[in-house]
């Protein structure tokens, strides 16, 4: 069974403080991703990554970064925390290649930052 | 821009009717994903269509893609309660999915 698990369901951080969000896939994908998804605005892609190491960012990297040292760990790092990235975040890893590039997704991690 | 368009934004059908749910996307893209989010949940894979004209169903749920007018449906027959959630449809650009915004359906009696 496929997996995509992040490190925590709920966090409460406070404003100014470093945050890091971690995930990890058992299915050897190339692709893993970081979105965000707040009510009426879908899902946001954050950051993703083809590779070790490798990163680009997606529609809305302001305020984040990311970290890929191992190909099935992928963290999202939240360097000053502000209220306004209050929001659940979405973890998804998928092939790089291929016809299939459906992404599987973890259990998300509901963030609130006071 | 890459937009990837859903509607109706909300849905309330009652049991036991037919409804479609549409998703328009920008790119040259032929292939095409839906997802389902219970409340509070994370994304669960519903559909991959990968070429022009697949057609996929599973239990009440039918989905199709035409490339032609970038257009991909999910069709609902006789909604049962536990179809209540949202479901997304997402695009994929490049090894990376761009989703709509999300149709949420509520089914009631």
């Known amino acids: 069974d496929v997996k995509v698990t992040q490190s925590s369901r709920y966090l409460v951080k406070r404003t100014g403080e470093k945050v890091f969000l971690e995930c990890v896939q058992d299915m050897d994908h190339e692709n893993m991703f970081w979105y965000r998804q707040d009510p009426g605005l879908g899902l946001r892609l954050i950051y993703f990554?083809?590779?070790?190491?490798?990163?680009e960012k997606g529609d809305i990297p302001e305020g984040y970064s990311v970290s890929r040292e191992k190909k099935e760990r992928f963290s999202l790092i939240l360097e000053s925390a502000s209220t306004n990235q209050t929001s659940m975040y979405l973890c998804?890893?998928?092939?790089?290649?291929?016809?299939?590039?459906?992404?599987?997704f973890g259990q998300g991690t509901r963030l609130t930052v006071v | 821009e890459l937009k990837v368009e859903q509607n109706p934004l909300f849905l309330s059908m009652q049991e036991g009717k037919n409804y479609t749910i549409y998703c328009n996307y920008s790119t040259t893209s032929d292939r095409l994903y839906w997802y389902r989010q219970d409340p509070g949940k994370s994304l669960e894979s519903l559909f991959v269509l990968l070429s022009n004209g697949a057609v996929k169903q599973e239990g009440r749920l039918m989905a199709s893609l035409d490339t032609k007018p970038r257009l991909s449906t999910l069709h609902i027959t006789a909604a049962v309660h536990d179809l209540s959630a949202t479901y997304f449809c997402a695009e994929d650009n490049t090894d990376k999915l761009i989703f709509g915004t999300g149709t949420r359906l509520q089914v009631f009696p």
């Open positions: 990554s083809y590779d070790v190491k490798m990163k």
């Open positions: 998804a890893s998928s092939l790089l290649t291929g016809l299939n590039t459906e992404a599987f």
